[in-house]
């Protein structure tokens, strides 16, 4: 059971190239986040999809764009990379119960290391 | 704006000690708080939580939400050196889609 799988690990990017994160999840989660995490600011939200086919933004889009493929699978798209989106990017995705319960419990990826010069 | 902050930023103890952590909200539509703990990479889940479970115990951690105060503490007694990490606390204000907010975290070290 794999969980959240995030590719690649590591990436670094000239100004101005463009580049997809992938994030898959195999644990038929309804909800899938996109987080970044910059020393001293904590966990950030750029893009979140709270069910197939619907995305919203989150704290941070701007410089972002965000496709929920499919249940399991939610990419973030730079089309013009900058320095300042230089990070530590994380997915995670969570089961939202309708109902009578919820969960709001995050599952998160190992992460992407993306530097941007 | 939600806001969740953390304090302190930063912490080094010994092993053994026994700490706690502090996170203080303001939310709009509070429905639950959750603590994480992060090592090398990806944030780990510890506690949630609620109006309906303001205390949370596993092993040497421990937890408690204050409503009334609109905070939460995290103990961790007779720390080890595995307890060095960054630990997050996260509050849920609801809405139509379930987001959280993050507080910056505090790093915990915790020497030998």
């Known amino acids: 059971n794999a969980g959240v799988t995030q590719t690649p690990k590591f990436q670094v990017l000239k100004t101005g190239q463009s580049m997809t994160l992938q994030c898959a999840q195999d644990m038929n989660h309804n909800s899938m986040y996109w987080y970044r995490q910059d020393p001293g600011m904590g966990l950030r939200l750029i893009y979140y999809?709270?069910?197939?086919?619907?995305?919203d933004k989150g704290e941070v889009p701007n410089g972002y764009n965000v496709s929920r493929l499919n249940k399991r699978e939610f990419s973030l798209r730079l089309e013009s990379a900058a320095p300042s989106q230089t990070s530590v990017y994380f997915c995670?995705?969570?089961?939202?119960?309708?109902?009578?319960?919820?969960?709001?419990?995050?599952?998160f990826g190992s992460g992407t290391q993306l530097s941007v010069l | 704006e939600d806001k969740v902050v953390q304090s302190p930023l930063s912490l080094v103890v010994h092993e053994g000690d026994t700490v706690t952590l502090n996170c203080s909200y303001e939310?709009?539509?509070?429905?639950?708080l959750l603590w994480y703990k992060q090592e090398k990479k990806a944030p780990t889940f510890l506690f949630m939580l609620t109006s309906s479970g303001i205390e949370k115990k596993s092993g040497r951690l421990s937890s408690i939400l204050d409503k009334k105060e609109l905070s939460s503490i995290l103990n961790i007694t007779a720390t080890q050196t595995g307890d060095s990490a960054i630990y997050l606390c996260?509050?849920?204000?609801?809405?139509?889609?379930?987001?959280?907010?993050f507080g910056k975290g505090t790093l915990l070290t915790v020497n030998p």
């Open positions: 999809s709270a069910s197939e086919g619907t995305t």
């Open positions: 939310v709009t539509n509070f429905r639950s």
């Open positions: 996260a509050v849920n204000s609801g809405g139509s889609n379930y987001k959280l907010t």
């Open positions: 995670a995705s969570s089961e939202i119960r309708s109902g009578q319960g919820r969960n709001e419990k995050l599952f």
